[in-house]
């Protein structure tokens, strides 16, 4: 009997352009930067390299960027694909092995009954898109609805967002 060959893995990844600035601890995605930008540091502006990660049981600040899907029955999945199928029928394939990259940059693999499907995905931005160490782990996105409408869905599910920067520190303030 003839093996296919395993796949390369290819994590779904998303190129978009915004500003990744620094403020009070948290990494902001800021998709068009104003005066108001002036209180953090810009770490990154431009084309982002972005991809998501899917967060662990019990350990909410790991997670895995799937770039291979192995399902119980031996067949291989990449890309979207494998996405999709990680996302919407985890339930089928709680044995599949998740293989990628952790958002440490470490090598993983783990099965899906090990992912907590019910949190939302941790999103990240490599400088490269070859990385697969993040340079940083996004909290928020600062978009309007014009913006925010041009953008993946995946993103603006995965990230609370805010129409402007001003609105964003005032539900910081309230933290404090």
Do not use: C
């Not at 796949?7 to 990744?20: F, M, Q």
């Not at 099965?111 to 907590?116: S, T």
Request: no cysteine; glycine share 8%; aromatic share 6%.
């Amino acid at each position: 009997m003839r093996r296919r060959p395993i796949p390369d893995r290819d994590p779904v990844t998303d190129t978009i352009t915004g500003s990744l600035v620094t403020l009070n601890g948290e990494t902001l995605l800021i998709i068009t930067p104003t005066a108001d930008l002036t209180a953090g540091s810009t770490r990154m502006t431009g084309a982002l390299t972005v991809r998501y990660g899917f967060r662990y049981f019990g350990k909410p600040h790991l997670s895995v960027v799937l770039g291979l899907l192995a399902l119980d029955y031996g067949e291989m999945q990449t890309g979207e694909r494998a996405f999709e199928t990680l996302r919407k029928q985890y339930g089928r394939y709680p044995r599949a092995d998740v293989i990628g990259y952790r958002n440490d940059g470490v090598d993983e693999m783990t099965v899906a009954k090990n992912l907590d499907m019910d949190l939302p995905l941790h999103v990240h931005i490599y400088a490269q898109p070859a990385d697969t160490q993040p340079i940083a782990t996004i909290s928020a996105l600062i978009a309007t609805d014009e913006e925010a409408a041009t953008l993946p869905t995946r993103l603006t599910e995965a990230l609370p967002r805010f129409q402007t920067m001003t609105a964003w520190q005032a539900t910081q303030d309230g933290d404090a």
